[in-house]
């Protein structure tokens, strides 16, 4: 099996987080020599925090002030990750980048730098109603709150579709996977439009 590159998009509730953990583990049975990488953005970013740099200082007082992680922040844990774990045989896997078309541009550059072919995106589409109960299900105090579920989608809606655009513009394979159905469903669908199954 050649190397993929995956980046996953969805609205808050879609279940992405679920559907990179399913398809990180098909991989690696599937083929266990290859290797997977997953660079996952929040630990990241909270690791990063823990440093006590006066760039994760300044971080830590954006986020605690509600507004948003500068956007070359995301592009700098993805370099230091990936010099340090992906060597360019491996799957990878991305969730949680490219959610501003300047990290879409940024990701393709290092995947170009590692000849990577197969880059594509998955965007699990999924209606605001429907993201809305998952999130209110999910009973976290954050996710009952209407006004913070539509800071989200409209967040969605500005920054992160552009972001997909732009790695379309630049190339990359993107294939829109119906979020609505049960998990497994989605997970099959997505292992069929990788032409995995």
């Not at 399913?22 to 929040?42: D, I, N, Q, S, T």
């Not at 609505?180 to 199954?197: G, R, S, V, Y």
Request: aromatic share 8%; hydrophobic share 40%.
């Amino acid at each position: 099996m050649e190397p993929v590159t995956v980046a996953f998009f969805g609205i808050s509730g879609s279940g992405k987080g679920t559907q990179v953990e399913l398809l990180e583990k098909y991989l690696k049975e599937k083929g266990p020599a290859r290797g997977v990488v997953r660079p996952e953005m929040g630990n990241l970013l909270r690791a990063f925090m823990q440093t006590g740099t006066s760039l994760a200082k300044k971080t830590g007082e954006i986020l605690a002030a509600g507004g948003l992680v500068p956007s070359f922040m995301p592009i700098y844990m993805l370099t230091g990750f990936l010099n340090e774990h992906f060597d360019g045989t491996q799957h990878l896997l991305l969730d949680g980048t490219c959610r501003r078309p300047d990290q879409s541009r940024a990701a393709d550059d290092m995947m170009k730098s590692w000849e990577r072919k197969n880059l594509t995106g998955v965007v699990l589409t999924l209606t605001p109603e429907s993201a809305k109960a998952r999130l209110v299900a999910r009973g976290r105090f954050d996710d009952a709150k209407d006004e913070s579920i539509a800071s989200r989608f409209a967040w969605y809606q500005e920054h992160v579709v552009p972001s997909i655009e732009e790695l379309r513009q630049l190339g990359w394979n993107i294939i829109e996977i119906d979020g609505e159905p049960d998990m497994e469903t989605i997970h099959k669908n997505i292992l069929a439009a990788l032409k995995f199954a």
